[in-house]
């Protein structure tokens, strides 16, 4: 059984078709990866797992997505509960500008009436989940505002950790790093995979081939091959995802 489902997917912005008949699934505990060029679709697909699209005038969409038996397009469905269930992480770290510990709890409180032990509970073990337990659980009441970019990003995954989400979509979540944050964010998400389904949107195709295990190629609005990451880096069917990731387009 899939985590994600999505059937003949179309989604417009006004006159501009932004997404073509996307078809694909992901795998439960899987990190899959969307490549191409920029304005193919990567991150107009990635918004559509948590509706963050319905927040652009304009945008009308056809087609399913399901994520396990529930069709998350239907009108009445809860976009409380289902942003709950789909976290997202930014390319630029966006902290609130509030202490570290206030950052974590902040979901929790507004999602739940919790009170202070088991709020002090939560924030342990979500800064654990993301390795910064030990580096901050002496500066807790200080500014986020004053953590590193690398830290600003943990941090921001510890805080959609904390409302226990299914499923981390990520869009470009490296793109501010220097390369030796980037290999400690990639290394977490390796170790997050164990209990999430992540999707990653990444221009950064080495990234794609070092943390993914499956892999799409978008081109247009086209999902124009999805398979096994070292299949589409190794052996791609399709001629246009061969001259993407060699260089010769894009």
Same mark, same amino acid.
């Given at each position: ?14 006159? %501009?078709?932004?997404?073509? /008949? ?26 559509? %797992?948590? #509706?963050?699209?319905? @927040? !652009? ?7 399913? !997505? ?7 397009? #239907? ?5 409380? /509960?289902?942003?709950?269930? !789909? ?10 500008? &509030? ?5 974590? $709890? %902040? ?15 939560? !924030? ?5 989940? $993301? &390795? ?7 500066? @807790? ?6 953590? =590193? ?19 981390? @979509? ?13 290999? #400690?964010?990639?290394? @977490?998400?390796?170790? &997050? ?7 990653? $949107? ?9 943390? =993914? ?5 978008? &081109? ?10 070292? /299949?589409? %880096? ?17």
């Amino acid at each position: 059984m899939m985590k994600i489902k999505v059937n003949n997917l179309n989604l417009w912005y006004g006159d %501009f078709q932004a997404l073509k /008949d996307v078809n694909v699934s992901f795998q439960y505990n899987k990190i899959t990866a969307i490549i191409g060029p920029s304005g193919c679709g990567k991150s107009t697909l990635l918004r559509v %797992f948590n #509706r963050m699209n319905d @927040l !652009v005038e304009g945008v009308r969409i056809n087609g399913n !997505v399901f994520i396990e038996e529930e069709n998350i397009l #239907r009108a009445n469905i809860n976009l409380v /509960d289902l942003r709950k269930k !789909v976290g997202m992480v930014f390319q630029r770290p966006n902290p609130f500008p &509030l202490s570290i510990y206030e950052n974590v $709890v %902040f979901g929790p409180k507004i999602h739940n009436s919790i009170n202070r032990h088991e709020l002090d509970k939560i !924030v342990e073990q979500s800064l654990k989940s $993301v &390795l910064l337990w030990d580096e901050l659980k002496d500066r @807790l009441n200080k500014s986020a505002l004053n953590l =590193s970019l690398e830290q600003k990003q943990r941090l921001c995954i510890a805080r959609l950790i904390a409302v226990k989400p299914e499923i981390l @979509l990520m869009d470009e979540p490296c793109s501010a790093l220097d390369p030796q944050a980037t290999q #400690r964010i990639e290394e @977490l998400m390796r170790e &997050l995979k164990n209990n999430y389904t992540i999707i990653i $949107v990444t221009h950064n195709m080495q990234q794609a081939a070092r943390v =993914s295990d499956e892999s799409g190629f978008m &081109l247009l609005g086209e999902l124009i091959e999805f398979d096994k990451t070292q /299949d589409i %880096f190794t052996k791609p069917k399709d001629k246009r995802t061969e001259d993407y990731i060699t260089g010769r387009y894009g």
